[in-house]
C-alpha cells in the first residue's frame, strides 16, 4: 500500500533555511504527480507546492522564490528546498500523493520559525 513518511522539519531562526523529505511507498514514483501541504495552528490545509509527473512544478505565491519542490526519484523521495524562512512558514507541513482514485498523506513535520 502506499506510504509516505515525511522527515526534516525543526526550529529554525527567521532567514535561515530547512530541507523537507517524503520518502514514498507503494507506487510508481517516477510517473507520480505529488506536492507540500501545511496547515498553521487554527487554520485550513493550503498547498505550497506541486511537482507533476512531467517534472512541471507549481507554487502558492507565498512561497515563490523561496522554496523548490523535487523528486530524487532514484531514491523515491520528494523534496521541499525551503530558503529565507518566515514566521509565517511555520505549520505542519504534509506530503501529499494524488493517486488514480484518492490522495494519499504523510503524517506530518512540525517546522517552526522564529523571529
Known amino acids: 500500500q502506499v506510504q509516505l513518511a515525511e522527515s526534516g522539519g525543526g526550529l529554525v531562526q527567521a532567514g535561515g533555511s530547512l530541507r523537507l523529505s517524503c520518502a514514498a511507498s507503494?507506487?510508481?514514483?517516477?510517473?507520480?504527480?505529488m506536492g507540500w501541504y501545511r496547515q498553521a495552528p487554527g487554520k485550513q490545509r493550503d498547498l505550497v507546492a506541486i511537482?507533476?509527473?512531467?517534472?512541471?512544478?507549481h507554487y502558492t505565491d507565498a512561497v515563490k522564490g523561496r522554496f523548490t519542490i523535487f523528486k530524487d526519484n532514484s531514491k523515491n523521495t520528494l523534496h521541499l528546498q525551503m530558503n529565507s524562512l518566515k514566521s509565517e512558514d511555520t505549520a505542519v507541513y504534509y506530503c501529499?500523493?494524488?493517486?488514480?482514485?484518492?490522495?494519499?498523506w504523510g503524517q506530518g513535520t512540525q517546522v517552526t520559525v522564529s523571529s
Open positions: 511537482i507533476t509527473s512531467g517534472g512541471s512544478t
Open positions: 501529499w500523493y494524488g493517486g488514480s482514485s484518492r490522495s494519499y
Open positions: 507503494g507506487m510508481i514514483f517516477s510517473i507520480t504527480t
